[in-house]
C-alpha cells in the first residue's frame, strides 16, 4: 500500500523505529502532493454551492477531511473581490468546533489585473512553520518531537490550500522585464527569502525559472532551474529541471531519515534537511527535480500526466467530461505511485470534480 500522510504524528510516547518511519512516510507524501498539485483525502468545495457568494467569487471555500471520525476543515473567507482575483482571504483551521486563526491574507493588482504584492495580518493561533528547526544538541526530544509535528502539519496545510507560506509576503522586482513580465518574482518572511529569476520568451511565455532561497536575506543558494516546454498551441508539454552550479542548497532526500541510523543527530539533520526541502517546495508550488511530461490523448487534454525524480514516479490518468459545464474539463484524475520508474504502481486515490458554469470547479471529491 501507498503510504500515505498521517495527521498528527510523531508523538512522544511512540517508540524511536515508529517516529522516525512515521516521520519519513509523512515527508514522502508531502513531497508527492506537492510535485502532483494536489493532496490525497482532502476534498473541496466552493461556497457558492451552499450559497456563499458567486461560484467565479464565491465568500468561502473549504478543504475538508474526516480524520479519526472529525471534520477537519481548512477555510477561506473571502470579503473581497475585484476582477482579478480575491483581495482579502480571512484563513482559519476548523476542527471538533474549535476555530484556529492561521492568518489574513491581503492582496493587490494593478489596473492591468497584475498582481503587485501581498502581506499577512492577524496572530495566528495554529503552529506556522519554524525553520531550521529540530535543531541537533539544542532541543531537547519532547521539543524535537513537537518540531517535527508542528512542521510537517505547516507544510501539510499550505500545501492542501495553495498558501505559498503563512507570513511569506509576495513582491516583485522588474528588472530587466515590467511590472506584467518582472525578472524577479519573491516571497519574503523576515530574512528568509524565495526568489524566482524568470526568462520569458518572445511571445510572452515563461521559458525558466532559475529559483533561488535566502536564509540571511542577503545571500543566496541555488534551489534548481526549472524549464518549460511547449507546442505551437502554447500547451505546457514539458517541465524539466537542472542543478545550479556550486550551489550548497540540500535538495529532498527520498531515502531519509534512515530507520536503522545509529546515530541519532544524523536522524534530526535529515528531518530537518527534507522538512526544508518540502517547505520550499510548498512555496513555489513545485518540487524541485520532478519533472513533468505528458502521454496519451492531447497535448491539451492528456491521458496520463507524469512527475519523475529518476525511479520515483507519479502518474494521474485523466477522464475528461464531453457535456456541459464539463465539458473538456478533468472529470476524474487517478493518482498513482511508482518507485521503480512505472514497472509498477502503488495507488494513492481518485479525485471527482463537479463543475456548475464552465470551467469553475464546484466541489473535488477523494474516492
Given at each position: 500500500m501507498y503510504n500515505k500522510f498521517k495527521d498528527h504524528f510523531p508523538i512522544a510516547d511512540q517508540t524511536g523505529t515508529d517516529l522516525v518511519l512515521d516521520t519519513a512516510r509523512s515527508l514522502s507524501a508531502?513531497?508527492?502532493?506537492?510535485?502532483?498539485?494536489?493532496?490525497?483525502?482532502?476534498?473541496?468545495?466552493?461556497?457558492?454551492?451552499?450559497?456563499?457568494?458567486t461560484y467565479s467569487q464565491p465568500s468561502r471555500i473549504s478543504?475538508?477531511?474526516?480524520?479519526?471520525?472529525?471534520?477537519?476543515?481548512?477555510?477561506?473567507?473571502?470579503?473581497?473581490?475585484?476582477?482579478?482575483?480575491?483581495?482579502?482571504?480571512?484563513?482559519?483551521?476548523i476542527s471538533n468546533e474549535i476555530t484556529l486563526v492561521i492568518g489574513t491574507e491581503t492582496s493587490t493588482y494593478n489596473s492591468s489585473g497584475d498582481c503587485t504584492g501581498s502581506s499577512w495580518s492577524g496572530t495566528s493561533t495554529v503552529e506556522l512553520y519554524i525553520h531550521n528547526r529540530p535543531r541537533v544538541g539544542t532541543d531537547q526530544v519532547l521539543q524535537t518531537v513537537d518540531f517535527i509535528r508542528e512542521n510537517?502539519?505547516?507544510?501539510?496545510?499550505?500545501?492542501?490550500?495553495?498558501?505559498?507560506?503563512?507570513?511569506?509576503?509576495?513582491?516583485?522586482?522588474?528588472?530587466?522585464?515590467?511590472?506584467?513580465?518582472?525578472?524577479?518574482?519573491?516571497?519574503?518572511?523576515g530574512n528568509f527569502i524565495v526568489r524566482g529569476n524568470v526568462v520569458y520568451a518572445a511571445n510572452d511565455s515563461v521559458t525558466s525559472i532559475l529559483w533561488e532561497t535566502s536564509d540571511d536575506g542577503s545571500s543566496?543558494?541555488?534551489?534548481?532551474?526549472?524549464?518549460?516546454v511547449y507546442d505551437s498551441d502554447f500547451n505546457c508539454t514539458a517541465i524539466n529541471w537542472t542543478a545550479v552550479g556550486g550551489s550548497s542548497y540540500v535538495q529532498f532526500e527520498n531515502d531519509k531519515p534512515i530507520i536503522n541510523e545509529s546515530n541519532a543527530d544524523n536522524i534530526i539533520v535529515d528531518i530537518r534537511n527534507n522538512l526544508s526541502a518540502v517547505h520550499d517546495g510548498?512555496?513555489?508550488?513545485?518540487?524541485?527535480?520532478?519533472?513533468?511530461?505528458?502521454?496519451?490523448?492531447?497535448?491539451?487534454?492528456?491521458?496520463?500526466?507524469?512527475?519523475?525524480?529518476?525511479?520515483?514516479?507519479?502518474?494521474?490518468?485523466?477522464?475528461?467530461?464531453?457535456?456541459?459545464?464539463?465539458k473538456n474539463c478533468i472529470a476524474q484524475q487517478i493518482y498513482q505511485y511508482s518507485s521503480n520508474s512505472g514497472t509498477s504502481y502503488l495507488s494513492i486515490g481518485t479525485v471527482n470534480y463537479a463543475y456548475i458554469e464552465d470551467g469553475i470547479v464546484s466541489t473535488a471529491i477523494w474516492i
Open positions: 508531502l513531497r508527492d502532493a506537492i510535485a502532483s498539485g494536489n493532496f490525497e483525502g482532502w476534498n473541496y468545495t466552493n461556497g457558492a454551492l451552499n450559497g456563499l457568494g478543504y475538508t477531511k474526516t480524520i479519526e471520525n472529525v471534520i477537519h476543515e481548512i477555510r477561506a473567507s473571502i470579503t473581497s473581490w475585484n476582477d482579478f482575483g480575491a483581495l482579502v482571504i480571512n484563513w482559519t483551521y510537517l502539519m505547516a507544510v501539510r496545510d499550505v500545501s492542501i490550500s495553495g498558501i505559498a507560506g503563512v507570513g511569506y509576503v509576495y513582491s516583485f522586482t522588474t528588472g530587466n522585464g515590467t511590472v506584467t513580465q518582472p525578472q524577479y518574482i519573491i516571497w519574503t518572511n543566496y543558494k541555488g534551489i534548481g532551474t526549472e524549464s518549460f510548498s512555496v513555489i508550488r513545485a518540487m524541485p527535480f520532478w519533472n513533468y511530461s505528458i502521454s496519451g490523448g492531447t497535448n491539451s487534454n492528456p491521458t496520463y500526466v507524469f512527475y519523475k525524480n529518476v525511479n520515483d514516479w507519479i502518474r494521474t490518468t485523466q477522464t475528461y467530461g464531453t457535456s456541459g459545464p464539463s
